[in-house]
């Protein structure tokens, strides 16, 4: 890599681990928030905090996380990518800070929807200026999935560790010191943006294939004429990934509280002597090691072998049968979760190392297939509408999980989870058909 590739590389890998660690942060704040607060006060009215509400809460934020990528887009081409993640990470800062002075969950909502809006622009200005800007693209855009897959990692685990001896909201406050620093490195960051277009030749990034949709008549036409085609199926393929995701790991952390293998333990006794004198840990203080956030924790790092197994396997079998096999295993998890969760500990182990794997394993595939089900002239609109399916709507697994566990039962919820995947193989197979077909025409044509 020369000097301009890595300084954007450098950005791109802080900024992406950035934006997951307060993306998967958010479920360990709400397994807090169900016990901390009673009521919405909406001034006209009150509504009783349960899982459902905070289910609508978090699905607002996420909602916007994935809806704002459409228009971050188009954004990207009008005002630059490294001003735009700039304007991210101050945003994410922002609504950190603004979540650690939060004093209702009104104001929680708040910041939650200032996070949605801030970190929506980071993937699409984040892949433009690596498509762009890096002369080594593929290996810059391994770089940046790695530090992604170590913000969604670590993120969750750092969390984790500073609520062992901070209360909640200064927690939140401190995790917005990373991404503000972060923000003042991007402002002062020297580098070409369009550096590896220049090098493929003058006016390539004025041709069509690059340059993508240029008015609303353009968008609405090429998003028709792509919903027309094969990428409809595709499109409801990432939807249940999204649905399936997000239902399952908001709150995961929750849902494990409850099983017997998880109980809290005090963290004076988990500390020795020395340790919880200088951290100030006394005996009977109240503060517990939570074993379930570090079993969330764990499996989300697992998934970077998911991510890494997902690529190679994307090179060696067709993308349509990686999508059944994946949402098989991911069906097939869902029903069992439960009952291995009671089975013990190392059974229980066992299970999320392999959930934490699948549910990153599936996410190469589909993105390979939104290549080849879709016109290399609007490949960038048709990641925006997969980031929309995946991250806005798929955002709406957060209400479905939060409004099942209030009326229904656990069981109720991993059974629902157990269909979006059913439903995702399924449309696999369709896509494993429509495959056979355009092979068996063009075999017929020869």
Same mark, same amino acid.
């Given at each position: 890599?020369?000097r301009?590739d890595?300084?954007?590389?450098?950005? &791109?890998?802080?900024?992406?681990?950035?934006?997951?660690?307060y993306?998967?942060?958010?479920?360990?704040? *709400?397994?807090?928030w169900?016990?901390?607060?009673?009521? *919405?006060?909406? @001034?006209?009215?009150?509504?009783?905090?349960?899982?459902? $509400?905070?289910? #609508?809460?978090v699905?607002?934020g996420?909602?916007?996380? +994935?809806?704002?990528?459409?228009?971050?887009?188009?954004?990207?081409?009008r005002?630059g990518?490294?001003?735009?993640?700039?304007?991210?990470?101050?945003?994410?800062s922002?609504?950190?800070?603004?979540? %650690?002075?939060?004093?209702?969950?009104? !104001? /929680?909502?708040?910041?939650? #929807?200032?996070?949605?809006?801030?970190?929506?622009?980071?993937?699409?200005? @984040?892949?433009? #200026?690596?498509?762009?800007?890096?002369?080594?693209?593929?290996? +810059?855009?391994?770089?940046?999935?790695?530090?992604?897959?170590?913000?969604?990692?670590?993120?969750?685990?750092?969390?984790?560790?500073?609520?062992?001896f901070?209360?909640?909201?200064?927690?939140?406050?401190?995790?917005?010191?990373?991404?503000?620093?972060?923000?003042?490195?991007?402002?002062?960051?020297?580098?070409d943006?369009?550096?590896?277009?220049?090098?493929?030749g003058?006016?390539?990034?004025?041709?069509?294939?690059?340059?993508?949709?240029?008015?609303?008549?353009?968008?609405l036409?090429?998003?028709?004429?792509?919903?027309?085609?094969?990428?409809?199926?595709?499109?409801?393929?990432?939807?249940?990934?999204?649905l399936?995701y997000?239902? /399952?790991?908001t709150?995961?952390?929750?849902?494990?509280?409850? /099983?017997? $293998?998880f109980?809290?333990?005090?963290?004076?006794?988990?500390?020795?002597?020395?340790?919880?004198?200088?951290?100030?840990?006394?005996?009977?203080?109240?503060?517990?090691?939570?074993?379930?956030?570090?079993?969330?924790?764990? #499996?989300?790092?697992?998934?970077? *072998? %998911?991510?890494?197994?997902?690529?190679?396997? $994307?090179?060696?079998?067709?993308?349509?049968?990686?999508?059944?096999?994946?949402?098989?295993?991911?069906?097939?998890?869902?029903?069992?979760?439960?009952p291995?969760?009671?089975?013990?500990?190392?059974?229980?182990?066992?299970? @999320?190392?392999?959930?934490?794997?699948?549910?990153? &394993?599936?996410?190469?595939?589909?993105?390979?297939?939104?290549?080849?089900?879709?016109?290399?002239? $609007?490949?960038?609109?048709s990641?925006?509408?997969t980031?929309?399916? !995946?991250?806005?709507?798929?955002?709406?697994?957060g209400?479905?999980?939060?409004?099942?566990?209030?009326?229904?039962?656990?069981?109720?919820?991993?059974?629902t989870?157990?269909?979006?995947a059913?439903?995702?193989?399924?449309?696999?197979?369709?896509?494993?058909?429509?495959?056979?077909?355009?092979?068996?025409?063009?075999?017929?044509?020869?």
């Amino acid at each position: 890599m020369n000097r301009n590739d890595r300084a954007i590389v450098a950005l &791109v890998m802080l900024a992406h681990g950035m934006v997951h660690t307060y993306e998967l942060s958010i479920p360990i704040f *709400v397994s807090i928030w169900l016990t901390e607060f009673d009521v *919405v006060n909406l @001034g006209v009215t009150q509504l009783e905090v349960t899982a459902a $509400t905070l289910g #609508l809460v978090v699905t607002a934020g996420y909602g916007l996380f +994935g809806v704002g990528a459409l228009p971050g887009g188009v954004l990207v081409d009008r005002v630059g990518s490294r001003r735009l993640i700039g304007l991210c990470l101050f945003g994410m800062s922002a609504s950190f800070l603004l979540l %650690g002075l939060a004093p209702s969950v009104v !104001v /929680i909502t708040l910041a939650l #929807l200032l996070w949605g809006a801030a970190a929506s622009v980071y993937h699409p200005a @984040g892949l433009a #200026l690596i498509s762009k800007g890096v002369e080594e693209r593929g290996t +810059g855009f391994a770089y940046h999935g790695i530090a992604g897959n170590v913000g969604i990692g670590l993120g969750p685990l750092l969390t984790a560790i500073l609520l062992l001896f901070f209360e909640w909201q200064l927690v939140a406050g401190v995790l917005a010191i990373p991404a503000l620093v972060a923000g003042a490195y991007a402002t002062r960051a020297q580098f070409d943006e369009t550096a590896a277009v220049a090098a493929d030749g003058g006016d390539a990034g004025d041709s069509k294939a690059d340059s993508g949709v240029d008015s609303l008549a353009e968008f609405l036409g090429e998003s028709k004429r792509m919903f027309a085609g094969g990428f409809v199926v595709v499109f409801l393929v990432v939807m249940c990934s999204g649905l399936y995701y997000r239902g /399952i790991l908001t709150f995961l952390p929750n849902l494990l509280e409850g /099983i017997p $293998t998880f109980r809290p333990i005090p963290l004076a006794a988990f500390l020795p002597a020395g340790v919880a004198e200088a951290l100030g840990v006394e005996a009977g203080s109240g503060r517990t090691l939570q074993p379930e956030r570090y079993f969330y924790s764990g #499996l989300l790092i697992v998934g970077v *072998v %998911g991510q890494y197994v997902g690529g190679k396997l $994307t090179d060696r079998i067709p993308v349509e049968w990686g999508i059944v096999g994946s949402f098989g295993v991911l069906a097939a998890l869902a029903v069992v979760f439960l009952p291995v969760a009671n089975a013990g500990l190392v059974p229980l182990l066992a299970l @999320g190392a392999v959930l934490g794997c699948f549910l990153f &394993v599936i996410q190469p595939f589909y993105q390979a297939t939104v290549a080849e089900y879709t016109p290399a002239g $609007t490949r960038g609109l048709s990641y925006g509408f997969t980031y929309l399916g !995946v991250f806005g709507v798929g955002a709406l697994g957060g209400a479905v999980a939060g409004t099942i566990l209030t009326y229904s039962t656990p069981a109720v919820l991993f059974l629902t989870l157990a269909g979006f995947a059913t439903v995702g193989a399924g449309l696999g197979l369709y896509l494993v058909r429509q495959r056979g077909s355009r092979a068996e025409a063009g075999a017929t044509a020869d």
